[in-house]
């Protein structure tokens, strides 16, 4: 037999999931002020390596648009259709936004590439200043991203908040290689497209990163082995549990799903095994680990599959 009944968010919890929605618009609104400033200094201070952290960006832009939109298809309550809710749209969510931190950063390689090859003038001094503007605020949004992304266990933040480092990792080449042309001057003028183009490798490397980590919630990767002990525990605790047979846990969103088969006395009626399940599943579902629902399957006792 079996307790399983249709999703119920509290009031709370959906508060909370919206509060977290509204996170990525103000990166948002962040990046597109910054790229506005980037591109134009960049523009007028001869530097393509700022003009390419600017249309990084607006990358940024799309990519937090894409989250949010993620974000608040993810926190859509359960229906017939969707009996497990919709929050698989934010592991999708995140997905997008690896897959534009890779296309960015193949755009970035090959207009920096182009730049190489072709001559132009030493960037301008004042152009240093931008970037360590830009560092500061980038790095900024990131951390307080992943911390409310690792807060609200969401792969998509999380993504976001990379997005957001990896803004500012470019700046960092980007600032290097204006000061190498500065210093070095005439035949020196490529450094900071070199530095671009650095800047990519960085780029790539941590959108390949966040692509394996929200491809794994897509394919219902097991959660970290802390977690499945603390179900069994739980679960195990409850009077009338003999034992923990099988544990299956996928996340979903923010939110966990349980499979778990329990042991009673073979002798207990029907009655009393629903009541231990339904014990089981309540008890999951307030121990804080964000636990969405419990599928409990109440087996007779064997301590031959026990041992």
Not at 15 to 28: D, H, M, Q, T, Y
Not at 79 to 108: C, D, F, Q, W
Not at 137 to 142: D, R, S
Not at 235 to 246: L, N, R, S, T, Y
Request: with cysteine; charged share 15%; hydrophobic share 50%.
């Amino acid at each position: 037999m079996s307790s399983f009944e249709p999703i119920e968010k509290s009031q709370s919890s959906q508060n909370e999931s919206f509060a977290i929605s509204s996170v990525p618009l103000v990166g948002v609104a962040v990046n597109a002020s910054l790229a506005c400033v980037k591109i134009l200094a960049g523009v007028f201070g001869n530097s393509y390596a700022l003009i390419a952290d600017g249309i990084e960006s607006t990358a940024d832009i799309v990519s937090s648009l894409v989250v949010w939109g993620g974000l608040r298809v993810a926190v859509t309550p359960a229906n017939e259709r969707h009996p497990y809710g919709y929050g698989k749209a934010e592991a999708l969510a995140g997905v997008v936004a690896s897959l534009g931190i890779l296309a960015a950063a193949a755009m970035i390689a090959f207009q920096a590439i182009r730049e190489i090859l072709t001559p132009h003038h030493l960037p301008h001094w004042s152009t240093l200043l931008i970037l360590i503007l830009v560092v500061c605020v980038k790095e900024l949004l990131a951390r307080w991203t992943s911390q409310v992304g690792q807060q609200a266990d969401s792969v998509a933040l999380q993504a976001d908040a990379w997005h957001h480092r990896a803004d500012a990792i470019s700046s960092i080449a980007a600032f290097i290689g204006i000061l190498i042309a500065l210093v070095g001057g005439t035949g020196y003028e490529p450094a900071d497209d070199w530095a671009a183009l650095v800047a990519c490798a960085v780029i790539a490397y941590s959108g390949l990163r966040l692509l394996y980590i929200t491809s794994r919630d897509i394919l219902d990767a097991a959660p970290p082995k802390e977690v499945e002990d603390q179900v069994r525990l739980i679960a195990g605790q409850i009077p009338g549990v003999m034992a923990v047979e099988k544990c299956r846990i996928r996340k979903s969103g923010t939110s966990l799903f349980v499979e778990i088969h329990i042991e009673v006395d073979g002798h207990a009626s029907v009655d009393q095994g629903h009541r231990i399940g339904g014990a089981v599943r309540g008890s999951l579902r307030k121990a804080g680990l964000k636990i969405a629902d419990a599928f409990v399957h109440v087996e007779p006792y064997s301590e031959l599959l026990s041992k």
